[in-house]
């Protein structure tokens, strides 16, 4: 097979070899600064004490394990695994009239949690807080374990597309509605890997 003859130029390929379609709102630079930020408040709250955080599969793996690296406590990790948005985008012509990455608004564990959450300090680690229909089911499954604490950190928050309020502990960025991709957040399973948080165009 013939290979790829594209010079290692990183941000040229990125940029307009590989997603043309996206525009940076967040750099990884602005990512990083606000992550200490925020693990530098999670160590203050919970000085003396061990946490474990919760993060919700796949999205929250990259923002969990910088998180955590810069959280000084002790501290362990769980998973939960939810699907709601399926594996494909929904069509522009769905008959539910469901705009493109509208929630469905059903939540259903594909992970369970490995150990039991009861008398622990909980934080679930979510990459983006959109109409809170996830978080809110995660949380009622989360409070039924009886935690010592449930706090929430969610990198992204997109308050305008709120249907069930719910309250996140740390908000990284607060954004507008527009579709992001990036740093564990994809379309249709792709870009998890690209390290700046980018808006897609008409995904
Ligand atoms: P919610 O239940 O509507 O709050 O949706 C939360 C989940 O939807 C997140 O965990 C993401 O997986 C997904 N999601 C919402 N908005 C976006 C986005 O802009 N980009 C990628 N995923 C998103
Ligand atoms: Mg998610």
Avoid at 9 to 38: F, G
Avoid at 56 to 67: E, M, Q, R, T
Avoid at 151 to 162: E, F, G
Wanted: aromatic share 8%; net charge neutral.
């Amino acid at each position: 097979m013939k290979k790829s003859v594209i010079p290692v130029l990183p941000d040229l390929v990125y940029k307009i070899v590989l997603v043309p379609e996206l525009k940076v709102l967040l750099s990884r630079d602005q990512i990083a600064k606000r992550v200490t930020e925020m693990a530098e408040e999670i160590t203050r709250d919970f000085k003396g004490q061990s946490v474990i955080f919760v993060g919700v599969l796949k999205g929250a793996a990259i923002f969990l394990s910088d998180l955590a690296r810069q959280v000084s406590l002790d501290a362990t990790f769980d998973f939960i695994g939810v699907s709601s948005y399926g594996n494909r985008p929904i069509a522009a012509d769905d008959p539910a009239g469901h705009a493109a990455w509208d929630s469905l608004g059903e939540v259903r564990v594909t992970k369970d949690l490995d150990q039991s959450m009861t008398d622990r300090n909980v934080i679930l680690v979510e990459d983006i807080l959109d109409t809170g229909l996830t978080l809110n089911y995660i949380q009622k499954l989360l409070l039924a374990h009886q935690p010592r604490t449930l706090r929430i950190a969610a990198l992204l928050d997109k308050p305008s597309r709120r249907k069930q309020p719910i309250h996140a502990h740390y908000i990284g960025f607060a954004i507008p509605d527009a579709y992001v991709v990036g740093y564990g957040l994809d379309y249709a399973e792709r870009y998890r890997n690209l390290p700046d948080i980018c808006v897609i165009e008409n995904p």
